[in-house]
């Protein structure tokens, strides 16, 4: 799995890089162009593209074939995160151990490259040598589920719950959206740009739908086990507690659980898949048990 | 004109309205939908959806055929606003009248409504009943547009810009990119619907050219215009001014004198059409000599 872990972090790398080249002499743009580059080129562990080209793969199809589809889905990625760091959201100063874009570039350059990162996003996904017909199907998914349905909902949904208490109803719609919503756009553009089945493509989905549910209880799961004495007096009782994440409804035991359940969702679905599901396997298994 | 002018804009209200519908009770991201509901209709000239259908119709395709297209470059134009008036940004309170989407939403809600909207602008593209190779190419030339090589990277020069002198051909670069690059979407998007030519789609590009720079030239004018006192004061000597418009930068009689020539380059544009041109003619005229 590290093996071809590494190859996929190594196309996604360059071919972030390649669709994004660096602003000529002349351009007069190229403050907001390296802007979006100092985000996108960052690092990371570039997850959801690498869920694409496994998932390519997985359909018979070729890491080439997919990489549009895995470099758009990183673009969106990015730029949600960019947006989300800025003062009148999350207002995070660091991001992967670097100052976030606008502590670098400005808030109005770091709107800006958001913007620019989101619209690249659809370009360079209707770029490539796919046919026409898989181009277009692919972008419309892309685009319907990191909307208003998809990941921006969820972000409105995260918005409106600050600072209060949510049900597990809520938790659940909210996560759908903001996290599983491009985890399984991720997946199954692999699949459509294979040409993959509908059936394959239902797959895809729950494979998604279990990672991103596993991956963002354990999420919440590290938080509390990250600080034991937090934990202590948290859990279950404190009132102060903010009523929203999956630990302080649920419990750590009952959390972790829930985390294994999602896993086996997702190693469920791989079953219905003749080709090699061993990276795809050991990735989920790993996401369940990850420390940090 | 005026005939079909209504027409144009009745069709384009009502397809915005059916393309983004009213959140159901049970949508927990209700108030995203509602703040992108809120700028995109709320009215406006339309002036880009109209030029697609425009052009859509005279290369000899229908109204519906361009719908998708003409609300998808409406939505740009419309996120576009909205992140605009940011605070971070322009920070205006009141737009066509109203309180800005922030004013009304928070600068959180804006923000994420802009994003929405430009995500759901290339859903809508891609969601006609055009063949596959038409709405993926036509999808592919508006991202190109409005990002870092047209309107993204047309505000990041405008942004640099602001409280500096710049020469004219910085001025037109800026004025190419974050204007006039828009309209040529609009303009070309008609085309690609109907299937026309790469005769019809240059002409178009120059056409949007020649109106596009009328327009915003014809917008230095008028803002001298609108204030006489100001005029008198400020055109050709007060180094107060700021040198970053047409009339700061070539007076107001060789400023008007251009927005008649980029008129005429508009007007010669549709020389290359053997349909009816008398909408796209008075379009183009009428901007010429529009006094707000």
Sequence with gaps: MKNKEAFYLEQVEE????????????????????????????????????????FCEL??????????????????HTYSLIHDDMPCMD????????????????????????????TKAFEVALSGELKAEIAASG????????GDQGMVGGQCIDLEADGKSVD????????????????AA????????AGGTEQQLEAARRYAQGIG?????????LDVLGSPEKLGKNVGVDEKLQ??????????????RLVEEYTGKALTALKDFSGNTEFLRAFAESLAVRER
């Design 91 to 118: 207002n995070d100063d660091l991001r992967r151990g670097k100052p976030t874009n606008h502590k670098v570039f400005g808030e109005a350059m770091a709107l800006l490259a958001g913007d620019g990162l989101l």
């Design 168 to 183: 597990l109803t809520t938790l659940q719609e909210m996560h759908s959206k903001k996290t599983v919503a491009l985890i």
């Design 15 to 54: 071919a972030l890089a390649r669709a994004l080249p660096e602003p000529k002499a002349a351009d007069l743009q190229g403050t907001v162009i390296r802007a979006m580059r100092y985000s996108l080129l960052l690092g990371g562990k570039r997850v959801r593209p690498m869920l694409t080209l496994a």
């Design 186 to 193: 991720a997946c199954s553009l692999g699949c459509i740009a």
């Design 243 to 256: 009523k929203r994440n999956y630990v302080s409804l649920l419990g750590v035991t009952e959390a972790q």
């Design 59 to 76: 359909c018979g199809g070729s890491v080439e074939q997919a990489i549009p589809f895995a470099c758009a889905v990183e673009m969106v």
């Design 139 to 146: 972008t419309r998914l892309l685009a319907s589920l990191a």
């Design 213 to 221: 549910m596993a991956f963002q209880i354990r999420d919440d799961v």
